[in-house]
């Protein structure tokens, strides 16, 4: 917590920069197939997304030559690391408040561990308040994750495969809801994350959920989590918040801690 403190405090009251703060990844296409074990029968067809947009969004970690990407490369190296050291596959991504950069880290980082070949990567949108990933990608949400829970699709169909650069991913985008809390505790959510990391043991999940502290969806899906990212940003988060943040995942494994929107001259203390 000192070291999080301390980064923190650095950070406060300097400018916001525009590059992001310490993270990387990216695609390629046909590089490998999905669901090494467990192949759903019927699978979409690959759909390739627009660079410019990706670009127009701050997305840049399918090309590993972009120097922004380095951030979340080094980030998915540590995070990885991690992960394969206690064999956890599923990671939530999470942020005190809104607007720390959440949807962003968890693409980038998605798209930065979907590079590497060995990796097979499943981008999940649990944000039921304010789905972001599908409109962040360039994607159409058609059924996704409401439609699964809501019992009109099975999981494997309501699953994107998404190509850009050199990153190959899976993705399951959602439409918002006003209902999230009752859907985020109902077994037919659980069923659906039992489902998604039942896939072998070489695919990483990553879930981009709501703020922690402004709902209690997180809090309802933690316990399916084997590991958090917890990204707070500069001019945004308070330590109390972070503090607060804290006590809540007693429990959970905090895989990384991410600063936001950090001054160019300070990203060397990004995350932590
Ligand atoms: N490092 C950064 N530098 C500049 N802008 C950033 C950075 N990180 C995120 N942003 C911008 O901040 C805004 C919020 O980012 P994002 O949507 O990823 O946050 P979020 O935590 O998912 O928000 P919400 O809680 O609303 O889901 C976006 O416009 C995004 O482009
Ligand atoms: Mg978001």
């Known amino acids: 917590m000192e070291n999080i403190r301390q980064a923190v405090e650095r950070a406060k009251g300097r400018p916001q920069q525009h590059g992001g703060v310490g993270f990387e990844p990216s695609l390629q296409p046909n590089r490998r197939s ?3 074990t467990n192949e759903p029968k019927e699978r979409a067809e690959e759909i390739e997304l627009d660079l410019a947009h990706l670009h127009s969004k701050r997305i840049v970690a399918y090309d ?3 120097l922004h990407s380095r951030h979340f490369d080094m980030l998915r190296t540590e ?4 992960m394969d050291l206690k064999g956890w596959k599923t990671l939530a991504v999470t942020s005190p408040t809104p607007n720390c950069g959440k949807t ?3 693409i980038n980082l998605a798209l930065s561990m979907a590079r590497q070949p060995e990796r097979q990567v499943l981008l999940a949108d649990l944000d039921l308040r304010k789905a972001q990933v599908a409109g962040s990608l360039g994607l159409k949400c058609r059924e996704g994750v409401l439609g699964v829970i809501e019992g009109r699709i099975d999981v494997d169909r309501a699953i994107i495969c998404a190509r850009a650069g050199g990153s190959r991913l ?3 985008p959602t439409a918002s ?3 999230s809390s009752d859907l985020v505790g109902s077994s037919a959510m659980k069923n659906l994350l039992h489902d998604i990391t039942g896939h ?3 695919r990483i999940i990553i879930l981009d959920l709501p703020p922690l502290l402004t709902g209690h969806d997180v809090i309802t899906i933690l316990p399916q989590v084997d590991c958090v990212l917890l990204v707070a940003a500069v ?3 308070t330590i109390s918040e972070i503090e607060e943040c804290n006590k809540h995942l007693q429990t959970t494994d905090v895989v990384r801690f991410v600063l936001n929107k950090v001054p160019e001259s300070e990203a060397g203390y990004a995350y932590c």
């Open 177 to 179: 809801t006003s209902d």
């Open 79 to 82: 995070v990885l690391r991690s």
């Open 34 to 36: 999905f669901g090494d």
């Open 235 to 237: 001019g945004t988060s």
């Open 170 to 172: 899976e993705v399951l």
């Open 64 to 66: 590993g030559k972009d």
């Open 200 to 202: 072998g043991p070489s």
């Open 104 to 106: 962003l880290t968890a």
